[in-house]
């Protein structure tokens, strides 16, 4: 494939835009999950906050960041701009948590998600001050991490959800390696950081 397919690949399954992927696939999977909210279509409120507040607050923070010329680049971010949004956008990720942290349910499963991914955010930009990490990979690995998680957590088969978030997983981090954007090394630690949190939030918290 060329470059540009690869290039298609990494905006497609663009790091900001796996929480509300995470999130339908928890809402989709958990037969138990019930979310008590005042409309027909609740999995679509739900959907809404998750993205406003992991996608498009990001966004606008980075412009932001980029405006007041606290990074240099978004195209082209070095370590430190690529850690100052990082953060930033923890800080968001931080509110998605409680906007349903006190939400009553049947089940846990969406709360754990998104602590997990709070967890993630936090793990990468601790180990980015060490060493460059790829988001993609975080992203896409917590992904495949969060169904694994669920598997255990509902007890429910779910091997169709479990092979396309592989198939994403291997995808994006191909063209991460194919477009120079990581070596492998960054790509590992991205998948292992994002595959361990998920999964293990689900496996640890009763």
């Known amino acids: 494939m060329g470059k540009n397919v690869w290039t298609a690949i990494s905006y497609l399954f663009h790091p900001a835009l796996m929480p509300t992927l995470g999130a339908f696939v928890v809402l989709w999977c958990d037969p138990h999950l019930f979310i008590p909210l005042d409309t027909d279509k609740p999995w679509l409120i739900v959907l809404a906050v998750i993205f406003v507040c992991t996608y498009v607050l990001p966004l606008c923070l980075t412009g932001a960041l980029l405006k007041l010329g606290r990074i240099s680049s978004i195209s082209h971010p070095t370590e430190n701009d690529r850690r100052t949004m990082l953060a930033f956008t923890a800080l968001c990720f931080i509110l998605a ?8 349910t049947s089940d846990q499963s ?3 998600f998104l602590l997990g991914i709070n967890i993630s955010i936090v793990m990468t930009l601790i180990i980015s001050l060490l060493t460059k990490v790829s988001f993609h990979s975080v992203g896409v690995g917590g992904l495949f991490g ?3 998680g669920l598997i255990r957590y509902t007890h429910v088969e779910l091997l169709p959800w479990l092979l396309g978030a592989f198939a994403i997983l291997i995808l994006t981090a ?3 390696y194919k477009l120079k954007a990581h070596d492998t090394f960054e790509i590992y630690i991205g998948l292992i950081i994002g595959i361990a949190t998920q999964a293990l939030v689900f496996f640890l918290i009763p």
């Open 146 to 148: 969060t169904v694994i």
């Open 174 to 176: 191909t063209a991460r």
């Open 97 to 104: 948590y409680y906007s349903f942290h006190t939400i009553p």
């Open 110 to 112: 969406l709360k754990i």
